[in-house]
């Protein structure tokens, strides 16, 4: 893996060191450059990352107005914060990375307002790392819709019914939801995985058309470089659905690198999503999603699986655009942390 260096200028006793993206300390927060207004190099396959999960992954952090707190344009014009964002009076855009929203078929190139103009997911700080660190072209591939549970909506392929305190609770394209064993089932238009296998074929579909809208493709092909994760709100309204977390997780990871034919494609997770994850079921997924990159506990997920932990980053809402807990108070802060976390993360595994 190619990686450009990284020009860090980091605060010493002895003065300003600059550091190479090798040397980058682990510890957040790394510090970006503003964008070069260079392409990635065109003989090379892009390098795609498949961001999923539900509507915090969609994008819920607000770019203004900038008089409101935690907004992006009150983090970079009055708290002076992320100079890397902004040049003069407008965003800055990468050229090395495309993001492309396969629910919708929109993209553009990556920046603040790639996403819809209005609100930022975890695409932009986590775009930027890859289009600094990476010197292939990057697609920053969205494919997810609110509103969804990995324990129905998103199941993964392969999963079994189970029972939980007197119920059965649906396999993969089973359906209902759950049922009493013996009583009729009720009747809905959904069955369990069916956004997984919707999300899957919006993003494939998105694939097959690449030279169509990729601006500047060349034709080197692309590569399924990593998996994106970033979920887990719904799971938590849901004491079965949390307690089949952590093995839904490694299911899905499985399964995702499976149907993509992508095996040794990366994979990385941040906890919440939109629960401060610090007690009841909040606390259980989030423990869950950590325990799926502990290497000791699954070895085959050893320097390719990592969890990154975001529950620092919740903001409160006299900080925040609005007092909207399920999506972070749509605090932009949030969504730009941990995009760069997530971003990082993958770094340090496409290295290892």
């Keep these: 893996m190619a990686f450009r260096l990284l020009s860090v200028i980091a605060c010493a006793v002895l003065g300003l060191i600059a550091v190479s993206g090798a040397a980058l ?3 957040n927060p790394r510090t970006l450059p503003k ?22 992954m969609v994008g819920m952090g607000d770019l ?11 983090l970079t014009k009055t708290d002076k914060k992320y100079p890397w964002l ?10 090395d990375a495309y993001y492309y929203d ?7 190139p990556l920046s603040p307002t790639a996403n819809n103009g209005k609100s930022i997911g975890p695409e932009v700080g986590f775009g930027y790392v890859m289009g600094q660190v990476l010197e292939e072209p990057v697609l920053v591939l969205k494919s ?3 509103n969804r549970s990995l324990g129905w909506d998103l199941l993964p392929p392969g999963s079994k019914p189970f029972a939980f305190e007197g119920k059965t609770f649906a396999g993969y394209k089973d359906t209902p939801d759950s049922w009493v064993e013996g009583q009729p089932k009720k009747d809905v238009k959904w069955y369990a995985g069916k956004q997984y296998d919707d999300d899957m074929a919006n993003a494939k579909e998105a694939l097959k058309s690449l030279a169509k ?14 998996f994106v994760w970033w979920q887990g709100h719904k799971d938590t309204g849901s004491a079965a659905h949390a307690s089949k977390y952590e093995e839904n997780l490694g299911r899905l990871i499985e399964s995702l690198r499976k149907d993509y034919d992508a095996p040794t494609a990366k994979f990385v997770l941040a906890t919440g999503c939109g629960n401060p994850g610090r007690e009841g079921l909040g606390l259980k997924v989030a423990e869950a999603q950590l325990a799926i990159g502990d290497a000791k506990k699954y070895p085959k997920f050893a320097r390719n699986v ?25 605090n932009a802060e949030t969504y730009l942390e941990t995009g760069l976390r997530l971003g990082w993360a993958m770094a340090d595994l496409l290295k290892n």
């Design 102 to 108: 396969a629910r919708v078929k929109k993209g553009a």
């Design 306 to 330: 990592a969890g990154v932990d975001t529950r620092d980053l919740w903001r409160e809402a006299d900080v925040s655009p609005k007092n909207q807990g399920y999506h972070y108070n749509r």
């Design 144 to 146: 997810c819709v609110g």
């Design 35 to 56: 964008p070069d207004d260079k392409p990635g190099a065109a003989n090379k396959p892009i390098k795609v990352f498949i961001l999923m999960g539900q509507s915090n």
């Design 25 to 27: 300390a682990q510890d």
């Design 64 to 74: 203004g107005p900038e008089s409101a707190k935690g907004t992006l344009t009150y």
């Design 213 to 226: 809208w990729y601006p500047g493709d060349k034709g080197s092909g692309y590569e399924i470089a990593g």
């Design 86 to 95: 902004v040049d003069g009076d407008k965003w800055t855009e990468r050229k």
